[in-house]
């Protein structure tokens, strides 16, 4: 997944394109469709005609009860997501989960099992030792995080209470073939900040998924979280209510005051996917894309590389170096006059990263992939 | 304070004068500068010429780096906030510092003082006791939370950590006329979610103050933290990394990707308080305000009574009810055809609330004042 720390390029040394706009391939907080940021410009001054907007209403009012509900009504109806889950509109951002998980669930003497498949597994593994007894059941640094588990090779741990994993991990750019199968009795619990909705949800095995806004959803600081009911019961220990998934559950994610702007975001993101043809669609682009970038890596006869083994390859994620990496800064710096952005990789990483969220135009990746095959005939 | 929960009267139900905007005395989310939500307006879309809108670029990038310190900058300059207290830009409203605060500081086998003085401190009680010994040295219920603790009323308990107190009191509508003098050893914590920014700030004996934002510094789902630095140690028990104050602080407030528009939405509030005049400025305008509607008040020959004990009001929530009560509904309706949303009282109070932060106009006092002067001589 990731809450990214993508690239250092300023957007201010970007050069916009005629339209104002640059390609932003920010791992997140992400780039978003205009036309949703044109609705919420709108929505800040006035929403709906009631002489307030959407940062001054009560979110107790009919009219953010309204918006609430269009918000979840979107968000459901996008993934498909029946009613045996409850959908929580979540304040902090996808690492407030890695703690709230093990505190509602992992009691003490029991244990949970994590692959470590990337710096937010990672994080989400410490967090979790801050609780209870987690069992690194994977450790993806022994293979450069350039894969995740294939069939077969994950040993989980009997009487294990769940098993977390991270469905796609931004830094590193890989992604989970399929599921893991956590130990007979225990449930899954996955975290899909960067993937949720770039492809058509499937929740069968799943009891509980979290992701983070600012990649395929919109805002920073929201974290949606889909969590089979029976989860719905007292913690396992004594919890503030902020931090208890039954009490958001019963205050239908309005404990306190919430980021209602965040939550209204949401939505208008969720039905901005309906409109273009839902997540048939947005697999559809997200696979147009990444396929666009890795034909101009797997053309370049060595010059690009791939971080990612192809099976195991992010749709929306695409980390890459130069065989020569002395000439990433100036391949960095000509895609910024070109008019795209954020193309650095993470800190941990370096080399590029061409994060393509659902907003990401077919033609920002067709304008990378040209760049690049350009560079590459230049510098090669 | 108040993370509140009022009126119920829908803001479609409000007629919008001629300028299309209402007076919008909810209780939080609370009534914005109309220049604060244009300048954010165009930041959506294009922050600052560099193609990309404030929710689409790197919590780490150079560009989000500079809007963070010029928030930072000017929330400190509004309070005249010294280098001694780091300022913390955190998730999740003021509710999460209720579990925040003891988790953080209150050791196995210690105890904190609250005085209870409103809804909002009843809940941060029990989510204190939720993780340690809370003692509840002051019960507000006794008198009606008509008033807080007078001078030397209060007994705090030798030995406590620290003294947990809400400065102003959204719901009903009271304020301490002096804060309370901690246990010898023990320290200061101030929930100033209502009144931070409506008066001069004065940390003097405060080591630990929050604020929600919805209020008077703008979005809610954000929380400012102002914390004495000898206070930003590692906590007195294991905690994940999202809970530890050290660890927001030594991450400059971007553990995770934060929610970074809410961030740089209270920088704008605070730069339009600054070209206002300050806090002295902030406060006459609050005085102004709340003298207006409490004149119509105790000019009303006992047809308005208000709930506070005078020397206990607060300035920026106006709690008041009809003597005879089956007039209410009728005014508020009559309120909300001239213009003025959202005055009905917390579910908990009934009645009016007048709550009245930075950006509400002297002129919305004044038309709320009028109204009211009105229908006590149409219907007294």
């Known amino acids: 997944m990731s809450h990214a720390t993508q690239g250092k390029v300023s957007a201010s040394a970007v050069r916009p394109m005629a339209s104002g ?13 205009l036309e949703v940021l044109e609705q919420l410009q709108a929505d800040l001054v006035d929403l709906r005609g009631g002489g307030a907007g959407i940062l001054e209403i009560s979110h107790r009012g009919e009219l953010f009860e309204k918006i609430l509900q269009e918000s979840e009504d979107a968000f459901r109806k996008v993934g498909n997501i029946s009613q045996d889950y409850a959908v929580l509109f979540l304040p902090a951002g996808a690492t407030q989960q890695f703690g709230m998980l093990p505190l509602n669930f992992l009691a003490d003497g029991a244990s949970a099992d994590y692959p ?16 209870g007894k987690i069992n690194e059941i994977w ?20 009487g294990s209470t769940y098993l977390h994993y991270c469905s796609n991990n931004t830094v590193w750019g890989t992604r989970w073939v399929a599921p893991p199968q956590p130990a007979a009795g225990a449930w899954l619990a996955r975290d899909a900040s960067s993937d949720i909705y770039a492809e058509p949800l499937d929740l069968k095995g799943c009891a509980f998924l979290y992701a983070s806004g600012q990649k395929n959803l919109g805002p920073s600081g929201m974290t949606m979280v889909v969590i089979r009911r029976d989860l719905l019961k007292a913690p396992v220990r004594k919890l503030p209510s902020m931090l208890r998934y039954d009490e958001h559950a019963k205050a239908e994610s309005r404990l306190n005051t919430p980021a209602t702007f ?10 901005w996917i ?28 060595g010059f690009w590389k791939a971080n990612a ?27 910024a ?11 941990v990483t370096g080399g590029m990263r061409a994060s393509m969220y659902n907003a990401m135009p077919v033609e920002g990746a067709k304008a990378l992939a040209d760049v690049m095959v350009d560079f590459a005939q230049r510098n090669g």
């Open 274 to 301: 309906l409109r273009q043809g839902g997540l048939v669609e947005m697999q559809s682009r997200a696979k147009t894309r990444s396929d666009l970038v890795l034909a101009a890596i797997r053309n370049s006869n």
């Open 337 to 347: 006059n070109a008019g795209l952005a954020a193309l650095a990789g993470h800190k």
């Open 21 to 33: 706009r640059v390609f932003n391939f920010s791992a997140g907080p992400a780039t978003m469709p």
């Open 116 to 131: 470590d498949t990337g710096v937010w597994t990672s994080k989400a593994i410490a967090d979790g030792k801050e609780v």
């Open 262 to 271: 965040g939550m209204h975001a949401v939505g208008v993101m969720c039905q």
């Open 309 to 335: 083994e192809s099976e195991c390859q992010s749709f929306v994620n695409v980390l890459f170096h130069a065989a020569n990496p002395k000439l990433e800064p100036l391949f960095l710096k000509e895609a």
């Open 139 to 158: 450790k993806g640094a022994d293979f450069g995080y350039r894969r995740t588990p294939r069939a077969g090779e994950l040993k989980t741990t009997p």
